[in-house]
């Protein structure tokens, strides 16, 4: 997929992911490895971790259409390759962690909400 074209976006938002879709995928290991592979580059790359989850959905019966997300998401990586978090060199003293909720904060829902971001050093390392 080298030379494949960039995709724009990590996630086709006109396709909605069915476990009943009809034709099965003929290489489910390869699926579940590239799926894998996908997982660890969330770790740098946290843009395509929503895609990534909604592909994690199907490992256990993966279906041609599922591995056409996967190949999206593939060439959205080719396209987006300077992307990534960029650590750079700061005294490690400590890991600060912030949290924020909201309990129940959404008046029609009685939704909860939650952020978090986790630094070490100066480096942003994790939120959500």
């Not at 099965?24 to 580059?41: K, N």
């Not at 591995?67 to 003293?93: A, C, D, F, N, W």
């Not at 129940?104 to 994790?126: A, H, K, Q």
Request: glycine share 4%; with cysteine; charged share 20%.
């Amino acid at each position: 997929m080298v030379s494949c074209k960039p995709s724009a976006t990590p996630v086709d938002t006109k396709q909605k992911l069915s476990t009943s879709a009809d034709t099965p995928y003929e290489d489910p290991t390869l699926y579940r490895s590239l799926v894998g592979a996908l997982q660890y580059l969330t770790f740098t790359r946290p843009d395509i971790s929503y895609a990534v989850q909604q592909v994690c959905l199907h490992m256990h019966a993966p279906c041609t259409d599922h591995m056409l997300s996967i190949k999206r998401i593939l060439r959205y990586v080719q396209g987006t390759l300077h992307y990534g978090l960029h650590l750079y060199p700061s005294p490690i003293e400590k890991l600060v962690s912030y949290t924020d909720a909201d309990w129940g904060g959404c008046p029609d829902t009685r939704r909860s909400t939650s952020e978090y971001c986790v630094f070490l050093g100066d480096n942003l390392i994790s939120w959500s």
